[in-house]
């Protein structure tokens, strides 16, 4: 038995990159949630924007271009989901059901109207995807014994996309932690009442976190579609929205503990596609089918309540109603 193979470079690199579209919309909710609105719709919207990022990434050969519909179309749901439970305070979580199956359904219909391939994009080549980058002097210290293959191999020869969400991780903390807007959004999802009372606009600070969950969810769709695969397909982002809503109960809507969380969830789904690497540290077989499930199942545990007491923002779930 080989219990070091269970992190082998490959697999670890591969952690990386299925952890990416995790991550950002783990943060994605982060920013909604403590301000106060449950957006179960992370699902539709990163669905929505994988499709609309390869379909204009596809027809303009631009990927610049599919990033930029991709969360155009995904901040168009926020906008619905916004209006919904923040203007006309309707309930969050039957607003984000409703996304889910909106964009389930719609991005099927559209895809078979636009290129009749059965529901999914053309293949994407060339300026059409994001490329892996290789990062200065990546060659150079391949050779160094330990530092250099991580460095050339884990940390190297990702999309730029991957950097972003990383880089999203401090800008988050910095942002929500160290500025005066963080705490407005913080103070929102925690007693609304009192941040009216101060003379912010809760209505606006809802809207601008929704926002921003709409934009990270955008960057988390296209990634899918044109940097971790080549094109769109039905249903692509498979329940990867809602494993990013146990991540961010898991991390207790903090963003440090949020890129821990969803390396975790990224690393079992990496494991999952090296059954053999599996079976060479155990020393027996593992059925494909279970390894397939074990995100699921951890998914399942954090939402039973298994990992420690979560506490959600206080005025979470709730809308706001300006007293006269």
């Known amino acids: ?46 669905l929505f924007a994988a499709f609309f990022s390869a379909a204009v990434a596809a027809m303009t ?44 359904g719609l991005t099927v219909l559209i895809a078979q109207d636009w290129f009749q391939q059965g529901g999914r994009t053309p293949s994407l080549i060339g300026g059409g995807r994001f490329e892996p980058i290789t990062l200065p002097f990546a060659e150079a210290l391949r050779g160094v014994p330990f530092v250099g293959p991580i460095y050339a191999e884990l940390i190297s020869g990702h999309s730029i996309l991957v950097y972003v969400a990383l880089l999203a ?9 160290r500025t005066r807007f ?48 080549a094109g769109f397909v039905k249903d692509m982002t498979a329940g990867r929205g809602f494993i990013a809503l146990a991540a961010l109960i898991f991390a207790k809507w903090r963003p440090w ?38 995100p699921y199942i951890l998914t399942v545990v954090i939402l039973a309540g298994f990992v420690g007491k979560a506490i959600p923002p206080r005025a979470g779930g709730e809308p706001y109603v300006k007293e006269r």
Request: charged share 10%; proline share 2%.
């Open 1 to 46: 038995m080989n219990f070091l193979a269970l992190f082998d470079l490959s697999v670890l690199d591969s952690t990386v990159r299925l952890a990416t579209p995790l991550l950002l919309a783990c943060l994605a909710g982060l920013f909604s949630e403590r301000a106060g609105i449950f957006d179960i719709g992370l699902e539709g919207k990163m």
């Open 61 to 104: 050969g631009s990927v610049w271009m599919g990033l930029l519909a991709g969360i155009a179309a995904s901040m168009a749901l926020s906008g619905i989901h916004g209006l919904a439970s923040i203007t006309f305070r309707g309930n969050q979580l039957i607003s984000g059901v409703a996304i889910n199956f909106l964009a389930a």
């Open 169 to 177: 991780v401090p800008g988050t903390w910095w942002l929500l932690f």
């Open 182 to 229: 963080g705490l407005r959004l913080r103070a929102v999802g925690e007693n609304p009442a009192a941040v009216d009372t101060a003379g912010v606009s809760v209505v606006g600070l809802r809207f601008v976190a929704v926002g921003i969950c709409g934009m990270l969810c955008g960057i988390a769709g296209a990634y899918l579609a044109t940097g971790l695969q």
């Open 257 to 294: 503990h949020a890129l821990w969380a969803t390396l975790l969830f990224g690393y079992l789904q990496a494991i999952a596609l090296r059954p053999d690497i599996i079976e060479g540290a155990l020393g027996f077989r593992v059925q494909v089918q279970l390894l397939d499930a074990l």
